[in-house]
């Protein structure tokens, strides 16, 4: 990799990782005003536009765009598990809740490129990030319709 594509690879990923921090840093105000359902919901549907807008991206300014987008609800979606799971589990279980959340989220990390590279070999990278953002979108809805069974 030549030294301007680790540049600009680098401060991809420090981008979503920026957005995802400032958006975490807000959560308490948010959390404040929105429900657990309404934050799932808003997380899972703004992963879901980041993707899709760099599933149709023509340049590295829209890719950064659509990361920035997906990692302020990657941001605002990790507090809320967290919080949500630690509010409904027994004091005896919250270790063990938050230990199989940890645990899935590495697995989730590793088995992802498992799964993901193959998939992008034969649909293409724009088609990978698309059906990722279609996940998050039904994600997204799954949690508009808890909402309202719930109220």
Not at 84 to 92: D, F, R
Not at 113 to 136: E, H, K, N
């Amino acid at each position: 990799m030549s030294s301007s594509l680790t540049v600009m690879a680098g401060a991809t990923i420090a981008l979503a990782t920026l957005l995802s921090a400032a958006s975490a840093i807000a959560y308490k105000q948010i959390k404040a005003r929105l429900s657990f359902i309404g934050i799932y919901a808003i997380a899972f549907l703004a992963m879901a536009v980041g993707y899709l807008v760099i599933s149709i991206s023509p340049t590295y300014a829209m890719v950064l765009v659509g990361l920035a987008i997906a990692g302020a609800g990657l941001g605002l979606l990790m507090p809320n598990i967290n919080v949500c799971l630690t509010s409904v589990a027994p004091a005896s279980f919250r270790g063990r809740v938050l230990g199989g959340l940890t645990t899935a989220f590495f697995l989730g990390q590793f088995v992802s490129p498992i799964l993901s590279q193959p998939l992008s070999s034969v649909v293409g990278l724009d088609v990978t990030y698309r059906l990722a953002g279609g996940l998050m979108a039904a994600m997204g809805a799954i949690a508009l319709g808890f909402g309202w069974r719930w109220q």
